[in-house]
Every structure is written in structure tokens, then in C-alpha cells.
């Protein structure tokens, strides 16, 4: 079994067309898995929800995607940004991400299950950064059922495996918006081999200096930061 997973899009349509284009030169996957963070904070928000429907496979609710449809943030920027997100995508797109689920499992008939959520098990916010020490894995995965042997997420746009007890972590790092200094579109495959799940980790590039320009075109508020952490790739 073979499981594509795309997280933290973050309304970058290129990055996304050049994740998708990789994804297809790759040995065929069973199964793909769009693991939140969906369309805020770039440029083409509406493009992506598109894009992303259009897969037609499970697709789970990120921390600012509920952020979109609840519009309950403090900051004033961010707050402002949501605003233009809102407009763009329109009440469909809104009603969309409020419908999305928290998790999906990925079922294996050959071995244990492949579970998908956002950040962590328990909440959308929490992240698990790959040097969390041993008793906040414990906090996050203790609970898990016993027939889970592997736990895919993003939310902090860095990628990375470790693997806990019986279990493969994997973040798959961030399609439209990295953060761990590298600036290529992030996604991973997870494969059940050799009784057990491995991950390789796929950095696509593509025509970041088109996104900035998307950025300065587009309207959205306060995008400076946004061109900043887009070139850079760190927080």
C-alpha cells in the first residue's frame, strides 16, 4: 500500500500543480490524503479549494481553515486577511471547510492502519515538532488504538520522520508555504513494506518569484510577511 500526503496548501495554486505533477511521475498510490490548511494566506485561495475538491479524496480540516469559517482570532492582520479569504472563496468555499472532518484513517488490509489529522490526535493547534520530548508524545499518541502504526500531519511546515514505540510519525512538511529553510513544495509518501510503514519525503520545486508577484496583485492585505516566509522558507 502506497499513501500520498499533501498538507498546508495555503491558497498556492502553483505549488500545488507542481506537488500534483510530481505526484504523477510517481510509482502509482492507492490512496491520497489532503491533511488541512487549505487556501489562507495565499494568493489564489479560491483556485486551490477548486483544485482540491476536484481530487476527489479525503480531505481534512486544518487549524486556519476553521479559522476562515469561525473568523475567532485576536490579531488584527490576520483577522484581515481571513476577511479577503472569505471573499474569495464565498460562501461555498466557507461552507466547505466548515464540513471537513478532523481525522481520516487510512484502513490496511495487510497490516496496521495509517491515521491522517492535522497537527495531533487530540487538537488542530498543538504541534508536534520533531525534538517534542518523550512525555508530550506520550500526552499526544498514548491513546492511540493499538492497530495504528503510523501518523501523518503537517501544521508546522517542517518535514520530517521519527519513529515513537511502534509507531511512524510523519510530517509532510508544507505544499505552499515551508518553513524549514527550504523553500521547494513539500509533500510524502508513506509505503506498507516489509511489514512495516516507511516514508519518503518529495521536495518538488517550482516558480516561487510568480507567487510573490500572485501576492502583490492580488489584494490581499498585509502581504508582506507572507512574501518574507514564502522566500525564506523559516519562521
Known amino acids: 500500500m502506497r499513501v500520498a500526503i499533501l498538507s498546508d496548501i495555503h491558497g498556492n495554486q502553483?505549488?500545488?500543480?507542481?506537488v500534483l505533477a510530481d505526484?504523477?511521475?510517481q510509482a502509482a498510490v492507492d490512496h491520497l490524503v489532503v491533511a488541512g490548511d487549505l487556501c489562507l494566506n495565499g494568493?489564489?485561495?479560491?483556485?486551490?479549494l477548486d483544485m482540491v475538491q476536484g481530487l476527489r479524496c479525503p480531505v481534512i480540516q486544518g487549524n486556519v481553515d476553521l479559522d476562515v469559517v469561525t473568523q475567532d482570532v485576536k490579531s488584527a492582520k490576520k483577522s484581515s486577511i481571513i476577511v479577503w479569504t472569505r471573499e474569495q472563496i464565498r460562501r461555498v468555499g466557507i461552507e466547505y471547510l466548515a464540513s471537513l472532518p478532523f481525522s481520516h484513517l487510512v484502513k490496511n488490509p495487510e497490516g496496521t492502519d495509517l491515521l491522517v489529522v492535522h497537527a495531533n490526535p487530540l487538537n488542530q493547534e498543538e504541534a508536534i515538532f520533531p525534538t517534542v520530548p518523550e512525555s508530550m508524545l506520550e500526552h499526544f499518541l498514548g491513546e492511540l488504538a493499538a492497530t495504528t502504526g503510523a501518523l501523518a500531519?503537517?501544521?508546522i511546515h517542517i518535514a520530517y520522520t521519527r519513529r515513537w514505540r511502534h509507531l511512524l510519525l510523519v510530517d509532510a512538511g508544507s505544499c505552499g508555504l515551508p518553513r524549514d529553510g527550504d523553500p521547494r513544495a513539500s509533500y510524502a509518501i508513506l509505503t506498507w513494506q516489509d511489514n512495516t510503514?516507511?516514508?519518503e519525503h518529495r521536495r518538488v520545486s517550482y516558480d516561487v518569484k510568480e507567487?510573490?508577484?500572485q501576492l502583490k496583485n492580488c489584494?490581499?492585505?498585509n502581504v508582506e510577511k507572507r512574501i518574507k516566509i514564502l522566500i525564506e522558507a523559516k519562521y
Open 14 to 18: 502553483i505549488a500545488l500543480e507542481a
Open 23 to 25: 505526484l504523477a511521475q
Open 43 to 48: 494568493p489564489r485561495p479560491r483556485q486551490v
Open 153 to 155: 500531519f503537517g501544521h
Open 197 to 199: 510503514w516507511q516514508a
Open 211 to 213: 507567487v510573490v508577484k
Open 219 to 221: 489584494g490581499m492585505p
